[in-house]
């Protein structure tokens, strides 16, 4: 087993697990596409159900006609910038309850990950999986985070895990320092 160059222990909270599930579903084309595409119908939808309200309470002439849409497309365009919202609120809720099942009543579980030579090594709920540095796409100094992506998956370490700002300096610079190394195994 290679040495560690830099090894924090923490405690992952409920939250902390679902921001990072959001992140890494939020990377993905399908995920996006599909929030989109039901963003829109919704939106379509909405403004269809307005423009139908719309002719039947006013009439059928060309200006309610005009009047109908202009007002229903706005409608729609409203309808749908509320529900992206909702529907990202609710699958969050849903996240969670998926997350917490898996915590299995815990509130937080203990993580440990390692900074090493070849990889970033992790160790959560008893699971170990080890990111290699060549697969890294970036480190990235968040204001809350230190976020590493790996082509796939993703390593997120909270600024509260550290002891104090100099400890998460010093993780940052090693993350970066080792994410750069042209001499990784490929």
């Known amino acids: 087993m290679p040495e560690a160059l830099y090894r924090l222990t923490y405690d992952v909270t409920i939250d902390d697990a679902v921001d990072v599930s959001w992140r890494l579903a ?5 995920f996006r596409k599909q929030l989109q595409t039901r963003v829109i119908c919704a939106g379509i939808g909405g403004g269809l159900v307005f ?3 719309w002719m039947y309470v006013v009439g059928t002439s060309l200006l309610n006609v ?5 007002a ?3 409608f729609g365009i409203v309808f749908a910038s509320t529900f992206w919202r909702f529907l ?3 699958i969050r809720k849903q996240q969670r309850k998926a997350v917490a099942e898996q915590f299995g009543g815990r ?4 993580s440990e990950i390692e900074l090493r030579p ?3 090594w992790v160790r959560q709920a008893g699971m170990e999986m080890v990111f290699p540095w060549a697969l890294c796409t970036g480190v990235q100094n968040n204001p809350n985070d230190i976020e590493m992506n790996f082509a796939p998956g993703l390593c997120v370490i909270r600024n ?6 100099d400890e998460r300096q010093a993780f940052l610079d090693a993350a970066r320092r080792l994410s750069a190394n042209p001499t990784n195994p490929t």
């Open 107 to 110: 509130p937080t579980i203990q």
């Open 72 to 74: 229903g497309t706005l």
């Open 26 to 30: 939020n990377r993905t084309h399908v």
């Open 118 to 120: 070849d990889a970033v």
């Open 66 to 70: 005009v009047l109908a849409v202009v």
């Open 51 to 53: 423009f139908a309200g």
């Open 160 to 165: 509260r895990h550290f002891a104090s700002p």
């Open 88 to 90: 990202e609120r609710e």
